[in-house]
């Protein structure tokens, strides 16, 4: 079982940065792939980026390359996203998710945290 919380969103000017961490707990964190996905109002909620346990392999979705970076330490089981570059069309609500596998679906997803909204405003 694991458990995630997320913070760090807020509202941001585009063009500005922000970092969300996602804390989890239980002793199998270092174990599961962690990803972020984000859901705006009234679309389907959309991967983000993805980290392997080891954190040697990373994924993002192409609408975020070369902008955000996602980053793990297990020692203290937390994810962070480093979002730089921010777009109005970022805004959403962010989520955490714990993975078994690398498949970049929110199905294959086990665990989920609250979501924290990012606002980006033009």
């Known amino acids: 079982q694991v458990q995630l919380v997320e913070s760090g969103g807020g509202l941001v000017q585009a063009g500005g940065s922000l970092r969300l961490s996602c804390a989890a707990s239980?002793?199998?964190?270092?174990?599961?792939?962690m990803g972020w996905f984000r859901q705006a109002p009234g679309k389907e909620r959309e991967f983000v980026a993805a980290?392997?346990?080891?954190?040697?392999?990373?994924y993002y979705a192409d609408f975020v390359k070369g902008r955000f970076t996602i980053s793990r330490d297990n020692a203290k089981n937390t994810v962070y996203l480093q979002m730089n570059s921010l777009k109005p069309e970022d805004t959403a609500i962010y989520y955490c998710?714990?993975?078994?596998?690398?498949?970049?679906?929110?199905?294959?997803?086990?665990?989920w945290g609250q979501g924290t909204q990012v606002t980006v405003s033009s």
């Open positions: 980290i392997t346990w080891s954190g040697e392999k990373t």
């Open positions: 998710a714990a993975s078994r596998t690398t498949i970049q679906a929110p199905a294959f997803y086990n665990y």
């Open positions: 239980g002793r199998t964190f270092s174990s599961y792939v």
